[in-house]
Nanobody
Framework: QVQLVESGGGLVQAGGSLRLSCAAP????????ISWFRRAPGKEREFVAG????????FGPDSVKGRFTISRDNSKSTVYLQITSLKPEDTAVYYC???????????WGQGTQVTVSS
């Protein structure tokens, strides 16, 4: 069982930055793809970005490209999501999830709230 713990969310003004962390306190990320999703109020969950064990990165909507950076530190079993130039529409609960290549996201964190004020 892979337990994922997100942190780093908070209230920030538009234009600000945050770094979210996704850690696996009791497991290593060996071989797993780790991705970030978000769910904004009244909207469906949305894929934001993912990083494979190999380091290959994929991004979701065009609205995050150039502002979101995903990285991983396998020695710390932690994946980061750096968000810059935050916009009110980035307000959401951000979740990280893990899967093996070709599999489904079976492991999810509890989420961290990001609120961007205008």
């Amino acid at each position: 069982q892979v337990q994922l713990v997100e942190s780093g969310g908070g209230l920030v003004q538009a234009g600000g930055s945050l770094r979210l962390s996704c850690a696996a306190p009791t497991y290593t990320f060996g071989g797993y793809t780790i991705s970030w999703f978000r769910r904004a109020p009244g909207k469906e969950r949305e894929f934001v970005a993912g990083i494979a064990w190999s380091g290959i990165i994929t991004f979701g909507p065009d609205s995050v490209k150039g502002r979101f950076t995903i990285s991983r530190d396998n020695s710390k079993s932690t994946v980061y999501l750096q968000i810059t130039s935050l916009k009110p529409e980035d307000t959401a609960v951000y979740y990280c999830a893990a899967k093996v290549p070709g599999g489904s996201y079976n492991y999810w964190g509890q989420g961290t709230q990001v609120t961007v004020s205008s």
